[in-house]
């Protein structure tokens, strides 16, 4: 533990074992609800309404994609910080501009997927 870790814990009353359980419990509380959703068998129904073949297993998909492929390069955006009619302009530019490589079903799952989250809640 660094000299002024142990001097800023000491400062708050803490013995230098608290800060690692510290650690460990704010991680534990950071498990609840994710911030990018599940898609539910209500958001497959919704999303029928602009995407009439859509299922909720592609929903799943496109989160899944979302989180692990998008997620390995950038913090995530969670789907309601853009407005659902611009998922597909995101999407685009990220395989365009940054040369993201994503086949053409995997990208209309994840726009899909986010589209429809933004519009949930």
Not at 6 to 31: E, F, K, N, R
Not at 96 to 107: I, P, R, T, W
Request: with cysteine; proline share 6%; charged share 20%.
């Amino acid at each position: 533990m660094s000299r002024r870790l142990v001097q800023s814990t000491l400062a708050l009353g803490l013995a230098s074992w608290d800060l690692p359980l510290l650690l460990v419990a704010a991680l534990l509380a950071g498990c609840g609800a994710s911030p990018i959703p599940r898609p539910t068998a209500a958001d497959a129904t919704r999303a029928s309404a602009h995407f009439p073949d859509v299922t909720l297993s592609e929903l799943e998909q496109g989160r899944s994609l979302y989180v692990s492929r998008c997620g390995s390069c950038h913090i995530l955006k969670r789907p309601s910080e853009l407005a659902p009619d611009r998922w597909q302009g995101e999407v685009s530019e990220m395989r365009e501009k940054n040369g993201v490589k994503l086949s053409d079903v995997e990208a209309r799952a994840i726009v899909r997927y986010l589209t429809t989250a933004a519009t949930s809640g």
